[in-house]
């Protein structure tokens, strides 16, 4: 009976219970950023510690999401109050991704409406070749709006409790996610510019470079979805992690349109 009254919450929330994993995580970022750095000077041990870092992150990646699946489906924690501040904390992390692009988009957009001097004043600078946008851009562009048609299709399927339909909408979403990957490096292989290549490489590959990072994370969150959803954790009533899911596809199809329009805007020579 002592115990009973012990473990009795007079509340909605979760006290998560102590964990080692952000710190471990931690130390496997900061060992992944040094050992990079070291890596791209050329320094003995770089490439080790970059390795060691990522598997670090991986590593804590899947015990971590092991923990709250646990907390979630199986001991019951995460109530509707508890869902609704895990749904304020996604919509704040959607806003500071938007923040975060929105000065990749600022950068290239106050060098291709009055390009400087140092580049010859002139946009796309003398020596660049821009993509066509009509090609592998557009093809992308329509696969991942279709790709987020059948993670919406996915998403209402759970609502209305057709479970079949939703592992069939998730495993379209996925393949369409892998495809638009794939076609991503190809476009990087082709490209006549790199990284380096004047602020027009630099904005166009940070730009589209942390969108396809974005895509990739969102594939494994998506897969993640699908083993879970195989599993039986979703309902009708408790399905935030597809939410959460949906919500990010949903920011990265305004975010690779808004990069499109970029790619439209730039066939027309500017001088300043």
Same mark, same amino acid.
């Given at each position: 009976? $002592?115990? $009973? &009254?012990?473990?009795?919450?007079?509340?909605?929330?979760?006290? *998560?219970?102590? +964990?080692?994993?952000?710190?471990?995580?931690s130390?496997?970022?900061?060992? $992944? &950023?040094?050992?990079?750095?070291?890596?791209?000077?050329g320094?003995?041990?770089?490439?080790?510690?970059?390795?060691?870092?990522?598997?670090?992150?991986?590593?804590?990646? #899947?015990?971590?999401?092991?923990d709250?699946?646990?907390?979630?489906?199986?001991?019951?924690?995460?109530t509707?109050?508890?869902? =609704?501040?895990?749904?304020?904390?996604?919509?704040?992390?959607?806003? !500071?991704?938007?923040?975060?692009?929105?000065?990749?988009?600022?950068?290239?957009?106050?060098?291709? =409406?009055?390009?400087?001097?140092?580049?010859?004043?002139?946009?796309?600078?003398? @020596?660049?070749?821009?993509?066509g946008?009509?090609?592998?851009?557009? %093809?992308?562009?329509?696969? =991942?709006?279709? +790709?987020g048609? +059948?993670?919406?299709?996915?998403?209402?399927?759970?609502?209305? @409790?057709?479970?079949r339909e939703?592992?069939?909408?998730?495993?379209?979403?996925?393949?369409?996610?892998?495809?638009?990957?794939?076609?991503? *490096?190809?476009?990087?292989?082709?490209?006549?510019f790199?990284?380096?290549? !004047?602020?027009?490489?630099s904005?166009?590959?940070m730009?589209t470079?942390?969108?396809?990072?974005?895509?990739?994370?969102? &594939?494994?969150?998506?897969?993640?979805?699908l083993?879970? %959803?195989?599993? #039986?954790?979703?309902?009708?009533?408790?399905?935030?992690?597809?939410?959460?899911?949906?919500?990010?596809? @949903?920011?990265?199809? $305004?975010?690779?349109? !808004?990069?499109?329009?970029?790619?439209?805007?730039?066939?027309?020579?500017?001088t300043?």
């Amino acid at each position: 009976m $002592a115990n $009973a &009254t012990k473990n009795y919450h007079r509340h909605p929330y979760h006290m *998560v219970d102590p +964990s080692p994993w952000p710190l471990v995580a931690s130390f496997g970022a900061f060992l $992944a &950023t040094s050992g990079g750095v070291m890596y791209m000077h050329g320094y003995s041990g770089g490439g080790f510690s970059l390795f060691t870092g990522i598997m670090i992150i991986v590593y804590c990646m #899947y015990v971590w999401w092991r923990d709250i699946v646990r907390e979630a489906t199986f001991e019951g924690w995460h109530t509707n109050m508890v869902q =609704l501040g895990m749904r304020y904390g996604m919509i704040l992390f959607i806003v !500071s991704e938007i923040m975060f692009f929105f000065a990749f988009f600022w950068a290239f957009f106050q060098s291709s =409406l009055c390009p400087s001097p140092e580049i010859g004043s002139v946009w796309p600078p003398k @020596g660049i070749e821009v993509l066509g946008a009509f090609e592998v851009p557009l %093809l992308n562009t329509i696969i =991942l709006l279709t +790709s987020g048609a +059948s993670c919406t299709w996915a998403h209402h399927a759970i609502v209305v @409790g057709a479970r079949r339909e939703a592992i069939m909408a998730l495993i379209v979403t996925l393949v369409l996610a892998v495809a638009f990957t794939g076609f991503q *490096v190809f476009e990087y292989v082709n490209a006549t510019f790199g990284i380096s290549d !004047s602020v027009y490489g630099s904005a166009f590959f940070m730009a589209t470079g942390f969108h396809g990072f974005h895509v990739f994370i969102g &594939t494994c969150f998506l897969a993640i979805c699908l083993i879970r %959803l195989v599993q #039986y954790h979703f309902s009708k009533e408790h399905h935030f992690g597809f939410e959460a899911a949906h919500a990010r596809i @949903g920011k990265l199809l $305004a975010r690779y349109l !808004s990069i499109f329009m970029e790619l439209l805007s730039i066939h027309q020579e500017v001088t300043c």
